[in-house]
């Protein structure tokens, strides 16, 4: 058994195989290889994924340590897990036993079972519309365009748009004067946008419509002399934008408990808003505490938790109590993915949120015959492909998909990046 690349793996590499390679046969798929690369680097094995020559009369001279699974398919066919290693002087011990541990962990896992695919799930229009917008001025104007925070919350987006010459900084004194900056899909405070004008920067923003209204709000409510409550996760970049709007006259309650120790300086002119992607169950909680401590308080006329947070949480209760287990793909600073993992959670379900499929622990799966799948609004629907596939590398996989809300909303791109 030899890579199928010249000189094999580098001398402190295992090799997993994405394909094994007969002579003479059709190759084995290996679509489990991201589990186990990823189990390779939980134990502190490099591992790189590429094809796999899978020779049963002779071991190619530099692998030192072969493993190799055939696992039985629907179809009649087989999927592979190979793995190979390669020292100059051999394997080391420690090498050796954990490549045996990531590939047993793999194979308890082994079997078939379901997949429920919540729906709606990964991107929702504000998304969507923030993407294409860097996407329209890297096309229109060229590399670099800077934007200021990721625009939205998930690497695998922001690593796609870097390939491409986004430039993502911190602040806006990362961005040289006069030139194109992007605010993120989840907004900013004013002092930012007159920082942005005071430097001459020419500025298009991706602020999420539903975002923009709950500033507009902010304003409002300030403005007929209400003290504003803002109901949401400190540190947030869409809370500090939101903050930013009437910061004299907006104070942060990040919980139930918070709500009822609240002091303000006119009990009977209080008005609250919140972040929108928290969790609906929980927000609902602050807010009874809120109007239990003042009666008088007041509200947006319409929920500013956005519909595509509200879809895909009613869309993962649907089937978290059916699942042994539940998988969140998104990224760890996506706080609608982090809602999702906790209502699953409430429900009494195991939840993980993993980026991608080599996130995917083998252990998780060990006896986990239903599985629920869904994805945050800033996922990539693509991911949630890969873990199916992944799964699939384990043993046959039937996917039901459950839907319960079909989503139509779309919002328009600024006349910035349109010309109209």
């Not at 800077?146 to 430039?167: C, D, P, T």
């Not at 405070?189 to 005071?198: D, G, Q």
């Not at 304003?219 to 930013?244: K, N, Y």
Request: proline share 6%; charged share 25%; net charge negative.
């Amino acid at each position: 058994m030899a890579a199928n690349r010249p000189g094999g793996p580098g001398a402190d590499e295992v090799l997993v195989a994405d394909e094994l390679l007969t002579p003479g046969g059709p190759p084995v798929p290996c679509p489990a290889s991201v589990l186990l690369a990823g189990e390779l680097r939980r134990r502190g094995v490099p591992a790189v994924r590429d094809r796999m020559w899978l020779d049963h009369t002779s071991r190619h001279r530099d692998h030192e340590l072969i493993l190799c699974a055939l696992l039985p398919a629907r179809d009649g066919r087989h999927a592979g897990l190979g793995l190979a290693a390669t020292r100059e002087n051999g394997v080391p011990a420690e090498v050796v036993s954990a490549a045996g541990a990531a590939m047993a962990a793999c194979l308890a896992a082994a079997g078939p079972r379901t997949v429920l695919l919540a729906a709606p799930r990964s991107f929702c229009a504000g998304v969507e519309r923030a993407i294409e917008i860097v996407e329209r001025v890297l096309a229109d104007r060229g590399a670099p365009v800077y934007v200021r925070k990721q625009i939205v919350h998930n690497r695998h987006v922001v690593h796609g748009l870097e390939r491409r010459g986004a430039v993502f900084v911190d602040e806006l004194d990362g961005v040289p004067d006069g030139a194109t900056v992007v605010f993120s899909a989840h907004g900013v405070s004013p002092a930012v946008r007159a920082e942005a004008a005071r430097r001459r920067l020419d500025v298009i923003d991706a602020t999420c419509p539903l975002v923009t209204k709950v500033h507009a709000e902010a304003r409002r409510f300030a403005a007929r002399g209400d003290t504003v409550v803002l109901v949401g996760h400190d540190g947030h970049e869409e809370v500090e934008g939101t903050l930013g709007e009437a910061p004299s006259r907006t104070v942060l309650v990040q919980n139930a408990e918070e709500a009822t120790r609240l002091e303000v300086p006119d009990p009977q002119r209080v008005s609250y808003l919140t972040q929108t992607t928290l969790a609906v169950d929980e927000t609902a909680e602050v807010v009874d505490a809120l109007r239990a401590r003042f009666p008088a308080l007041r509200g947006p006329v319409s929920d500013d938790i956005c519909y595509a947070t509200t879809n895909r949480q009613r869309a993962l209760a649907a089937i978290a109590r059916e699942s042994d287990l539940v998988l969140v793909v998104g990224s760890a600073n996506s706080s609608n993915s982090a809602r999702l993992v906790e209502l699953a959670q409430r429900h009494g379900t195991r939840a993980h949120l993993i980026d991608d499929a080599g996130d995917v622990e083998p252990s998780w799966l060990a006896g986990a015959g239903v599985v629920g799948v869904t994805a945050g609004a800033s996922a990539p629907p693509k991911l949630v492909d890969d873990v199916l596939t992944a799964l699939g590398g384990l043993g046959p996989v039937t996917v039901a998909e459950r839907e319960l809300t079909t989503e139509t909303v779309h919002f328009a791109l600024p006349p910035s990046v349109t010309g109209r």
